[in-house]
T-cell receptor, first 111, second 115 residues
Framework: SQQGEEDPQALSIQEGENATMNCSYK?????LQWYRQNSGRGLVHLIL?????REKHSGRLRVTLDTSKKSSSLLITASRAADTASYFC???????????FGTGTQLKVEL | KAGVTQTPRYLIKTRGQQVTLSCSPI?????VSWYQQTPGQGLQFLFE???????NKGNFPGRFSGRQFSNSRSEMNVSTLELGDSALYLC??????????????FGSGTRLTVV
């Protein structure tokens, strides 16, 4: 498969808890990005981490990248019901022109 | 500024027909790429255009084609539709190409149903 693998496939948590999702890939990368998708609509860009970066923060989001293990993780802290969505990692390679998508994690945040 | 606009939003076509989908990128963005999303295969890359040239192509049959105009708007065409072509088709734009480390801005997609 050309897809990146995401784990878990689905995650259900209570509001206020943290959510962690993981992405593993097979190729060398230019950068890795995380996106959110609500109800089968368009994807919304969340955060980008370059291949020479190890950790990045944006608001309640924290992403890590381990190129030796070919893996990345996305942490959403203090989750809210509005965070309920599918989350995809996107592996950018081939000089920046080739995108490979992860299988996605369905996050449900309950009140 | 306006986002990425895809038209139409929904489309129902009959097997064997052909279909054309349209994508208008964010003003100033020169790279437009297309993706297919299905429950079984997930999100898959179709192709990417920059300055009216196809720069990269995914593993789809020749029935899937596209083009980009001088104003960066892009169209995607699927000929001889099959039931398995039913999917959400997404396009995305970004400022340029190469490793410019910009995120992609996606449109809301066109949901194609083939009956």
């Amino acid at each position: 498969s050309q897809q990146g693998e995401e784990d878990p496939q689905a995650l259900s948590i209570q509001e206020g808890e943290n959510a962690t999702m993981n992405c593993s890939y097979k190729t060398s990368i230019n950068n890795l990005q995380w996106y959110r998708q609500n109800s089968g609509r368009g994807l919304v860009h969340l955060i980008l981490i370059r291949s020479n970066e190890r950790e990045k923060h944006s608001g309640r989001l924290r992403v890590t990248l381990d190129t030796s293990k070919k893996s990345s993780s996305l942490l959403i802290t203090a989750s809210r019901a509005a965070d309920t969505a599918s989350y995809f990692c996107v592996i950018v390679s081939g000089g920046g022109n080739k995108l490979t998508f992860g299988t996605g994690t369905q996050l449900k945040v309950e009140l | 500024k306006a986002g990425v606009t895809q038209t139409p939003r929904y489309l129902i076509k009959t097997r064997g027909q052909q279909v054309t989908l349209s994508c208008s990128p964010i003003s100033g963005h020169r790279s437009v790429s297309w993706y297919q999303q299905t429950p079984g295969q997930g999100l898959q890359f179709l192709f990417e255009y920059f300055s009216e040239t196809q720069r990269n192509k995914g593993n789809f049959p020749g029935r899937f084609s596209g083009r980009q105009f001088s104003n960066s708007r892009s169209e995607m065409n699927v000929s001889t539709l099959e039931l398995g072509d039913s999917a959400l088709y997404l396009c995305a734009s970004r400022p340029g190409t190469g490793v410019d480390n910009y995120g992609y801005t996606f449109g809301s997609g066109t949901r194609l149903t083939v009956v």
